[in-house]
């Protein structure tokens, strides 16, 4: 896996990749970046990533996935990306700071484009308000989230309450505290300390964790 800019997302994801088991290649322009993260990736090199035949010396159009981890520098950030899509990497994720920053990534050819910082805040705005424990909220408007069984579940099996007749989620499974997580059946039952992962539409999904707080 290449991994190019070596900040703290950068590195983050070269750090988690490497404890999954796979390869990583980590470039970064600066010398003392590279000297720190030395021993902790495959392979870590200096390199200008805006000069496509930089990348090609190193041996970048030799992997099939790569993160672009540049975010201040939009310049940088974009004509990297242009790199090594112009080196036929096929699968680029790169991250953005803001929404305009994403549409130019995309226009020059990233596939996968994050932003790190409004995805978190917007997750961690959700689990603030106390109606969701964790948040994933997906492009097409379609969300999963970890929330606290409201008391209209209560001893109840999940055939009885027909919430997703009602409230438009599914409930795709339990946890209850000191058992192994449930995949959600419909005789399965619902206790007052459950929490369940439902999934469904954002907004119909925002609605029933709100359940709690009623």
């Keep these: 896996m290449l991994v190019i800019g070596l900040g703290r997302f950068g590195s983050s994801v070269a750090r988690s990749l490497v404890q999954l088991g796979h390869d990583v290649l980590a470039v970064d322009e600066r010398p003392e970046v590279v000297q720190r993260f030395a021993s902790d990736f495959t392979h870590v090199v200096a390199a200008d990533s805006t000069d496509t035949e930089a990348l090609r010396q190193i041996g970048a159009e030799q992997f099939d996935r790569a993160v672009v981890g540049i975010g201040t520098d939009i310049e940088a950030s974009v004509l990297t990306v242009l790199s090594i899509v112009e080196l036929g990497v096929k699968e680029v994720w790169a991250k953005a700071i803001n929404a305009k920053h994403a549409r130019i990534l995309e226009r020059v050819g990233a596939h996968h484009v994050v932003r790190p910082e409004s995805a978190m805040g917007e997750r961690v705005a959700h689990m603030v308000t106390g109606a969701m424990i964790d948040y994933i909220e997906f492009d097409d408007g379609f969300a ?30 339990v946890k209850r505290r000191g058992e192994d997580f449930t995949y959600a059946r419909p005789e399965t039952s619902i206790t007052s300390s459950d929490e369940l992962i439902v999934s469904g539409p954002t907004t119909k999904v925002e609605n029933f964790c709100a359940l709690t707080h009623r």
């Design 144 to 173: 999963i989230a970890r929330t606290r069984a409201p008391e209209v579940s209560w001893d109840r099996t999940l055939e009885e309450t027909g919430l997703r007749a009602k409230y438009g989620v599914t409930v795709v499974g």
